[in-house]
């Protein structure tokens, strides 16, 4: 490929930073341009409600690269300036600022924004999302001297990891959530109620089965009345209701969306010229033979690295299993493979879920479809082969 021709990336996450690394990593000389919409370099999403918002670990280690990095790799960033308009036709993406960056190829990778609330009450001043730097900041500076009454509205990833971490600093916790365990969606009954099980040992006030009515508040938020009624006392609420992938560049530009910017399996949008990758890319998984968009650590890595491979004119594709992962208090877990909430599935188990130590497997037509261990480490790998051999787990 030529070096005159400019790769623009749209998105400051870590799906586009691996972008511009492997730009550079096969050796492409030419211009590469990154706009970001915060005035943050890239950096890694998970440690906002890990590691970082607990206080374990300094700002610095969760940026993907160094301070220095961008400009050795003659990358030119724009950054605080989010994408406004995407011109395909003249193939010109024109920011906020006004400043126009013409290109030949475009990488989208815009992510998603946190689901917010429409109920009374959802602007008061200590309701909190997390999805940023600046987010995770502005709630560790709220948690961080103990002895606040927290309410988490949301009983997935992000809120239980956000409650854990309040624990952690001393706070008085309670989760609502209107399913009656959490994680139900990803995990089912049964494992959900291993996290039940875990939270409540730790001191989290678990309101289960009931949705949110209303914040209560004048200026600052005081409590938060459930639907069953109860109001429970709150001096921060902190809302995981879910992401929205940030499609409007791309649907407004004519490119293909539903449910993220629709890709194929090397991560090509409708348009030649576009691809998309991370949070928003709703992409065709060759081996799971469908359309699915992955809001994890681990697929903006791998699809920002394929649609910088696929930009550069080599035959890739996307075709690894989503992996995830969470720390909660003393228990760490990975996932991988894929659970279609809409089918019935078996679980079999190797060890004792009420010990917090062992390997779930999810089976559906007598194959392994996805593996979750849990205090069980350095298995994740042949989970991954147990799943793509298309090989049962017998039960006993």
């Known amino acids: 490929?030529?070096?005159?021709?400019?790769?623009?990336v749209v998105g400051g996450g870590l799906a586009g930073a691996k972008a511009v690394e492997t730009l550079r990593a096969e050796g492409f000389a030419g211009p590469v341009h990154l706009v970001g919409a915060e005035r943050w370099r890239p950096y890694e999403r998970p440690p906002l409600s890990k590691d970082y918002l607990a206080g374990s670990v300094a700002q610095e280690s969760i940026f993907v690269?160094?301070?220095?990095?961008?400009?050795?790799?003659?990358?030119?960033?724009?950054l605080g300036s989010p994408a406004a308009r995407l011109d395909t036709a003249t193939h010109t993406v024109v920011l906020e600022s006004g400043e126009r960056v013409g290109y030949d190829r475009l990488l989208l990778a815009t992510g998603s924004r946190a689901r917010v609330l429409s109920l009374p009450g959802a602007s008061l001043a200590g309701v909190h999302y997390l999805r940023t730097l600046d987010d995770s900041d502005g709630l560790r500076a709220a948690l961080r001297a103990g002895g606040r009454r927290v309410v988490v509205i949301g009983a997935g990833w992000i809120g239980l990891e956000v409650a854990a971490a309040a624990r952690g600093w001393d706070n008085d916790v309670a989760v609502v959530e209107p399913q009656p365990v959490p994680l139900r969606a990803a995990l089912g009954d049964?494992?959900?109620?291993?996290f039940a099980g875990l939270h409540r040992e730790h001191g989290v006030d678990l309101r289960l089965g009931t949705g949110v009515a209303e914040l209560t508040g004048d200026r600052h938020v005081t409590g938060v009345r459930t639907g069953a009624g109860d109001v429970l006392p709150a001096d921060v609420v902190v809302v995981g209701v879910g992401a929205i992938p940030n499609t409007e560049l791309a649907a407004r530009a004519g490119l293909s969306t539903g449910n993220g910017v629709l890709v194929d399996a090397s991560m090509r949008t409708s348009d030649p010229a576009v691809w998309a990758a991370g949070d928003v890319a709703n992409a065709f998984h060759p081996v799971l033979g469908r359309q699915l968009r992955v809001e994890h650590w681990d697929n903006a890595i791998r699809t920002g690295e394929v649609a910088a491979r696929s930009m550069l004119g080599q035959d890739v594709r996307h075709d690894s299993l989503p992996y995830f992962f969470t720390d909660q208090y003393d228990l760490g877990m990975e996932f991988t493979g894929y659970v279609d909430p809409g089918v019935e599935h078996q679980i079999v188990y190797r060890g004792d879920p009420a010990t917090r130590e062992f390997v779930a497997f999810w089976m559906h037509d007598g194959r392994t479809v996805a593996g979750m261990n849990v205090n069980v480490w350095d298995v994740a790998d042949e989970i991954r082969g147990l799943i793509e051999s298309g090989a049962p787990v017998t039960t006993g």
């Open 1 to 8: 490929m030529s070096a005159e021709r400019k790769f623009v």
């Open 65 to 78: 690269h160094g301070p220095d990095w961008y400009a050795d790799q003659r990358v030119q960033m724009h």
């Open 190 to 194: 049964e494992l959900g109620a291993v």
